[in-house]
Protein backbone atom coordinates (compact mmCIF):
# COMPACT_ATOMS: atom_id res chain seq x y z
CA UNK A 1 0.00 0.00 0.00
CA UNK A 2 1.13 3.75 -0.44
CA UNK A 3 0.78 6.70 1.98
CA UNK A 4 -2.57 8.68 -0.32
CA UNK A 5 -4.32 9.25 2.77
CA UNK A 6 -7.57 10.91 2.78
CA UNK A 7 -7.06 12.34 6.15
CA UNK A 8 -8.61 13.74 8.17
CA UNK A 9 -10.99 15.48 5.47
CA UNK A 10 -10.93 17.65 2.60
CA UNK A 11 -12.92 20.42 3.19
CA UNK A 12 -14.50 22.79 0.88
CA UNK A 13 -16.89 26.18 1.72
CA UNK A 14 -19.46 23.92 2.37
CA UNK A 15 -18.96 20.38 2.07
CA UNK A 16 -16.86 17.72 3.38
CA UNK A 17 -14.87 15.00 1.32
CA UNK A 18 -14.06 11.67 3.33
CA UNK A 19 -13.06 8.55 3.20
CA UNK A 20 -16.87 6.70 2.87
CA UNK A 21 -17.64 4.68 5.88
CA UNK A 22 -20.26 1.64 6.55
CA UNK A 23 -22.77 3.82 7.54
CA UNK A 24 -22.80 6.13 4.60
CA UNK A 25 -24.76 2.49 2.57
CA UNK A 26 -28.12 3.50 3.59
CA UNK A 27 -28.02 6.71 2.42
CA UNK A 28 -26.28 5.36 -0.82
CA UNK A 29 -28.73 2.93 -1.22
CA UNK A 30 -31.31 5.30 -1.11
CA UNK A 31 -29.75 7.70 -3.59
CA UNK A 32 -28.88 5.38 -6.24
CA UNK A 33 -32.01 3.40 -6.43
CA UNK A 34 -33.68 6.52 -7.88
CA UNK A 35 -33.38 5.54 -12.01
CA UNK A 36 -32.82 9.73 -12.88
CA UNK A 37 -29.17 8.96 -10.66
CA UNK A 38 -28.26 6.04 -11.63
CA UNK A 39 -28.85 6.14 -15.27
CA UNK A 40 -26.48 8.93 -15.13
CA UNK A 41 -23.82 6.88 -14.39
CA UNK A 42 -21.85 3.94 -15.73
CA UNK A 43 -20.97 1.74 -13.32
CA UNK A 44 -24.35 1.96 -10.63
CA UNK A 45 -26.84 -0.50 -11.34
CA UNK A 46 -31.01 0.21 -11.00
CA UNK A 47 -32.36 -0.78 -8.89
CA UNK A 48 -30.12 -0.46 -5.98
CA UNK A 49 -30.06 -1.96 -2.87
CA UNK A 50 -28.54 -1.31 0.28
CA UNK A 51 -26.79 -4.96 0.00
CA UNK A 52 -25.48 -3.33 -3.60
CA UNK A 53 -24.27 -0.43 -1.17
CA UNK A 54 -22.69 -2.09 1.25
CA UNK A 55 -20.39 -4.53 -1.20
CA UNK A 56 -19.79 -1.34 -2.87
CA UNK A 57 -18.27 0.03 0.37
CA UNK A 58 -16.46 -3.10 0.81
CA UNK A 59 -14.40 -3.27 -2.56
CA UNK A 60 -13.05 0.44 -1.79
CA UNK A 61 -10.96 -1.59 0.79
CA UNK A 62 -9.36 -3.60 -1.74
CA UNK A 63 -8.82 -0.56 -4.23
CA UNK A 64 -4.95 0.35 -5.22
CA UNK A 65 -5.23 4.28 -3.92
CA UNK A 66 -2.02 5.02 -6.46
CA UNK A 67 -4.98 4.32 -8.73
CA UNK A 68 -8.19 4.92 -7.48
CA UNK A 69 -9.67 7.03 -4.92
CA UNK A 70 -13.48 7.70 -3.52
CA UNK A 71 -14.87 10.56 -1.55
CA UNK A 72 -18.40 10.87 0.56
CA UNK A 73 -19.37 14.02 -0.06
CA UNK A 74 -21.24 15.00 2.83
CA UNK A 75 -22.90 18.45 4.12
CA UNK A 76 -22.83 19.40 7.44
CA UNK A 77 -26.65 19.69 7.79
CA UNK A 78 -28.00 16.96 5.50
CA UNK A 79 -24.64 14.11 5.88
CA UNK A 80 -24.07 12.09 2.73
CA UNK A 81 -25.24 14.24 -0.78
CA UNK A 82 -23.33 12.38 -3.18
CA UNK A 83 -19.83 10.34 -4.31
CA UNK A 84 -16.96 11.28 -5.89
CA UNK A 85 -14.44 9.47 -7.27
CA UNK A 86 -10.97 9.23 -9.20
CA UNK A 87 -10.14 6.03 -11.39
CA UNK A 88 -8.29 4.57 -13.99
CA UNK A 89 -9.86 4.19 -17.14
CA UNK A 90 -9.80 1.46 -19.91
CA UNK A 91 -6.76 3.32 -21.29
CA UNK A 92 -4.60 3.59 -17.86
CA UNK A 93 -6.03 7.09 -18.03
CA UNK A 94 -7.27 9.04 -14.80
CA UNK A 95 -10.82 10.21 -14.28
CA UNK A 96 -13.09 11.61 -12.49
CA UNK A 97 -16.62 10.38 -11.83
CA UNK A 98 -19.66 11.67 -9.26
CA UNK A 99 -23.23 11.21 -8.59
CA UNK A 100 -25.54 13.71 -6.08
CA UNK A 101 -28.06 12.54 -4.93
CA UNK A 102 -31.45 14.04 -6.50
CA UNK A 103 -32.75 16.37 -3.50
CA UNK A 104 -28.94 17.56 -3.59
CA UNK A 105 -29.15 18.57 -7.47
CA UNK A 106 -28.98 22.51 -8.75
CA UNK A 107 -26.93 23.68 -5.76
CA UNK A 108 -23.16 23.65 -6.67
CA UNK A 109 -22.41 20.98 -4.43
CA UNK A 110 -20.84 18.85 -7.82
CA UNK A 111 -18.74 21.93 -8.64
CA UNK A 112 -17.57 22.76 -5.51
CA UNK A 113 -16.94 19.18 -4.56
CA UNK A 114 -14.94 18.35 -7.68
CA UNK A 115 -12.80 21.77 -7.78
CA UNK A 116 -11.60 20.67 -4.26
CA UNK A 117 -10.96 17.32 -5.58
CA UNK A 118 -9.11 18.07 -8.17
CA UNK A 119 -6.51 20.26 -6.77
CA UNK A 120 -6.74 17.07 -4.15
CA UNK A 121 -5.44 15.40 -7.26
CA UNK A 122 -2.99 17.47 -8.42
CA UNK A 123 -1.00 18.37 -5.05
CA UNK A 124 -1.31 15.40 -2.82
CA UNK A 125 -2.00 12.57 -5.76
CA UNK A 126 0.37 14.26 -8.36
CA UNK A 127 -2.50 14.00 -11.24
CA UNK A 128 -1.84 16.58 -14.25
CA UNK A 129 -4.04 15.04 -16.47
CA UNK A 130 -7.52 13.86 -15.59
CA UNK A 131 -10.30 12.94 -18.02
CA UNK A 132 -13.83 12.61 -17.87
CA UNK A 133 -17.29 11.72 -20.15
CA UNK A 134 -20.95 12.86 -19.47
CA UNK A 135 -23.71 11.24 -21.13
CA UNK A 136 -25.19 12.96 -24.24
CA UNK A 137 -28.43 13.42 -22.86
CA UNK A 138 -27.09 15.05 -19.40
CA UNK A 139 -25.77 18.59 -20.01
CA UNK A 140 -26.06 19.57 -16.70
CA UNK A 141 -22.74 17.29 -15.86
CA UNK A 142 -20.91 18.59 -19.09
CA UNK A 143 -21.75 22.68 -17.43
CA UNK A 144 -20.27 21.27 -14.19
CA UNK A 145 -17.20 19.84 -15.74
CA UNK A 146 -16.55 23.19 -17.81
CA UNK A 147 -17.31 25.39 -15.04
CA UNK A 148 -13.96 23.33 -13.29
CA UNK A 149 -11.97 23.57 -16.64
CA UNK A 150 -12.69 20.42 -18.82
CA UNK A 151 -12.33 20.94 -22.43
CA UNK A 152 -14.29 18.79 -24.96
CA UNK A 153 -11.81 16.35 -26.85
CA UNK A 154 -14.43 16.37 -29.60
CA UNK A 155 -14.48 12.52 -28.95
CA UNK A 156 -17.85 10.93 -28.39
CA UNK A 157 -17.63 7.28 -27.02
CA UNK A 158 -20.30 4.86 -26.82
CA UNK A 159 -20.18 3.96 -22.65
CA UNK A 160 -21.91 1.63 -21.00
CA UNK A 161 -24.59 2.71 -18.43
CA UNK A 162 -25.30 -0.42 -15.97
CA UNK A 163 -28.96 1.17 -14.93
CA UNK A 164 -30.12 1.43 -18.44
CA UNK A 165 -28.22 -1.72 -19.78
CA UNK A 166 -27.00 0.00 -23.09
CA UNK A 167 -25.09 1.76 -24.40
CA UNK A 168 -25.25 5.63 -24.59
CA UNK A 169 -23.23 8.34 -26.03
CA UNK A 170 -20.85 9.87 -23.85
CA UNK A 171 -18.97 13.42 -24.89
CA UNK A 172 -15.64 13.41 -23.63
CA UNK A 173 -13.54 16.12 -21.78
CA UNK A 174 -9.97 16.65 -20.60
CA UNK A 175 -8.34 18.63 -17.54
CA UNK A 176 -5.31 19.59 -17.26
CA UNK A 177 -3.74 21.18 -14.26
Known amino acids: MCAIEI ?3 IRTQRLAL ?3 RKADAPRIAEYCN ?6 MTSRVPYPYG ?24 EHPDDGLVGVMGFFDNDEGRPEIGYWLGRPHWGKGYATEAAERALVWANRSWGRRYVVAGHFSDNPASG ?5 LGFLYTGEVKLLTSTARGAEVPARMMVWLA
Open 7 to 9: EPV
Open 143 to 147: QVLCK
Open 18 to 20: RRP
Open 34 to 39: DFDVAK
Open 50 to 73: LADAEAFLERLDYKDPEHEITFAI
